[in-house]
């Protein structure tokens, strides 16, 4: 058996770089099966670990990071997955949410062998964190509805290369097992 | 401007993994592109690097390695791609030919900021290490017809991502510069 | 040539574990050093660094950490040697400043190819970070009045190793050359 | 409970490096130990790694490697101790034996949680090898006469830094439990 914890990446986003305006719909379309799921881990009592970009922000830690991005004019797509004062936060200044970062470090504190993953991009970040957790050995769920992406035939061609080549689970959010 | 070098990814090979079937033909094609780009790599003085999977033997050295394949049922696609005395070898034991190999070491040995990735495959080990050397920050040329894949579907979105998503210089071998 | 950073190791600190009251006189007696050397860094332009611990506090960002650290008996220790609005942070979750951290990372950008350490402790977070920056091909000094040790014998064979088998140049913070 | 592994390090040597007068006595004492601890690992079926420099031999592999040192006139120091066809063998470049190395995964696969590190030298790899390997939370044992040092009191300084700061245990050959 062993323990769950749901990463939420990138979701603290100010949607400015170039490839938003393709990308903020498909965050539009998963955001209530993102926040269906972050509460459900919340009241599973499975650990919720925000992986966020700094930016290149290294003068500012995470609240100030979150302050940003709601005061942007995205805001009304970060407010609804915001961070508790029970999740963790890890940052990260590359693709990967396991790239020089310490969270493999965290999950072994918590005895973590199971990752679900959401949040974005699907073919980006997603795919690329989904293949760290797999050479890590890790189980990797994905929730195809709680994922972004920028292009979809890319989204769907990574989806089916973290099932075939990285053991990923690829399912709804109802169906997700903590 | 800076140096390069030509990366052979797992070329050495007894193909009786359970893919194998649909990895093979791929490989038959693409073999003589391969040959005429390690040719040309080692007439320009490029370093070429093998970093080859040790398929779990920890009690062989890659000498045995190569021995085995060449012993097997399809030595005619290792023989032609064969190391010569001075060529460089890298072992790995999982996906990325970065990930737990001193791959990064030694290319900045070499002072190498610049790698050309052939061999298989596209869709998997292609894929990881070209993400892998872009989050290093090597520049990262792949020719397509030096590249093997299982499926042609999933090849073409890692090739579609390595251009978009890792600033990868997708060719053919004619025109790749070292 | 090239470009230095100073690193303060581990300064922001509430000073409540085992071994405090044998670090603390020598954080006192290196104090004054430290601050000297950070303020010339500043007025020099050369890149300030913290890279400290989260003391496990996944939950909570630097800002909150600075603010515990004021808040606790020891503040005269943290006061004088807080991050100012330009100063750049790394959160550390183990000994080194390097592992999985993305500090080589963020200094890659920075172009930096020297690094000055500072801060505790001697025999520990400072001898392992300087092996780590040595093994990365970066140049290390280390100014042997602005770090701070337990055991004085420990540290002494520390400054020693680090001298002879990282190269690290063991100055004191008058002869310090960014 | 858990699994042990015997780590043999950096043994395969032709000791023509500028430190080696000072190493080979202290090889040459600890040596015996050493065959005795390898045989009893043998003999218990306690996997045996060795984990060697490659010399920056990149077109070498350990076969020839070992066949090198053989022939050079330090030959006694390398014969007692040759891996046997059960030995697993690991080549690193740098200094510590997890540094760009695949032996963190080879470890997992074994379910090895409990390291002992013999070989050389004391206060360099042997040190940074027991730091990595507590990062890494293995736990390590040190047969301290079954290492080999080029300064006596670096070399104990780095023994009493493995145990007090890396939990290490320091011990001698007749009392090591694998």
Redesign the interface.
């Known amino acids: 058996m062993g323990n769950s914890a749901l990463i939420v990446i990138d979701m603290i986003n100010t949607y400015d770089h170039p490839d938003a305006e393709l990308l903020v719909p498909s965050v539009r379309a998963a955001l209530p099966h993102l926040t269906r799921l972050i509460e459900r881990a919340r009241s599973e009592g499975t650990p919720v ?1 925000y992986v966020n970009d700094n930016f290149g922000e ?2 500012s ?4 990071i979150i302050k940003t991005t709601l005061a942007g004019k995205n805001a009304e797509l970060v407010a609804p997955v915001l961070p508790d ?12 949410i396991f ?8 999950l ?1 504190q918590l005895s973590v062998n199971h990752v679900v993953l959401c949040g974005q991009v699907t ?2 970040c997603v ?2 964190s989904a ?1 760290d957790a ?2 890590r ?1 890790l189980r990797v769920t994905v929730p195809e509805d709680a994922v972004a992406h920028i ?1 979809w ?2 989204a769907k ?2 989806l ?2 973290m099932e ?2 990285m053991g990923a689970s690829i399912r709804n959010v109802g169906t997700v097992a903590f």
Do not use: C
């Not at 830690?61 to 100030?64: F, Q, R, V």
């Not at 004062?85 to 990967?96: E, T």
């Not at 790239?99 to 965290?106: M, V």
């Open positions: 670990i290294w003068r830690h995470h609240g100030e004062d029970d999740s963790l936060f890890v940052v990260k200044a590359r693709h990967s790239y020089e970062t310490p969270l493999s470090y965290l072994s073919e980006q795919l690329y293949l797999h050479i050995r292009h035939d890319l061609a990574a089916r290369m075939r080549n």
